[in-house]
């Protein structure tokens, strides 16, 4: 069911939820970015940058870079916008109050994603989970992003259903709301201080060897 954050009690509780896990990763040493958030009067994204005329979601920072990626799009350079987010714990929960914005996180730096359709995530994560390999998993719409560490920039898997978002991206956090007012959920939530991840190559090994049984001997 879709969260419309208009006000209440469950507004006031959504926006608490966003603050925690802004904080929670920054504490751990991730940058965090805000982005725009889902407007159910609107029917699309809004920020509070002015003149910006995107309708989907996007960081609500000015990134120096040529483009900002939308959610669930190619993965596109976005040059600078690691150095623009927010480090400190006290700096983060100061700015979410002031707006319900999502959880960005810039990809390259803390983690990666391996960003694919729900049916192979599923199957990916529970291999994953049979090695002890699985990190955190977030789920939103019919995708599945599977956090790694870092390992390079962004690229398109061949046959094009398959995303990794590497330098230059980013990925939202539960439970940031993505399009249509649907909440991003954690499918598996960070484990310790650290936010333990899988090496990238090594999800992306285990996933071709599943997309590609007729190579097996």
């Known amino acids: 069911m879709a969260i419309r954050p208009g006000g209440g009690v469950a507004a006031l509780r959504y926006r608490r939820a966003l603050v925690r896990t802004a904080v929670s ?14 407007s159910g009067a609107d029917r699309r994204f809004v920020c509070d940058l002015t003149g910006c005329g995107r309708t989907g979601p996007h960081p609500a920072l000015r990134s120096p870079g040529a483009g900002v990626p939308a959610y669930g799009e190619s993965p596109a350079r976005v040059d600078g916008l690691a150095e623009l987010a927010l480090r400190h714990p006290e700096a983060v929960a100061q ?17 990666d994603v391996v960003d694919v359709p ?12 049979a090695r002890s390999s699985l990190g955190p998993v977030v789920a939103a719409g019919a995708r599945w992003f599977l956090l790694t560490a870092p390992g390079g920039p962004g690229r398109v898997v061949p046959d094009g259903d398959v995303l990794v978002h590497g330098e230059g991206s980013w990925i939202m956090l539960p439970p940031s709301l993505g399009p249509g007012g649907e909440p991003a959920t954690w499918l598996a939530r960070p484990r310790g201080s650290g936010w333990t991840l899988p090496r990238r190559d090594a999800v992306l090994s285990l996933l071709d060897s599943m997309r590609r049984p007729a190579l097996r001997v």
């Open 118 to 129: 729900a049916e192979m995530g599923r199957m990916l994560a529970m291999r994953l989970d």
């Open 25 to 38: 990763a920054a504490v751990a040493g991730w940058p965090i970015v805000p982005g725009a958030w889902w």
């Open 95 to 111: 700015r979410w109050r002031r707006r319900p914005y999502a959880v960005l996180v810039p990809t390259g730096e803390a983690c």
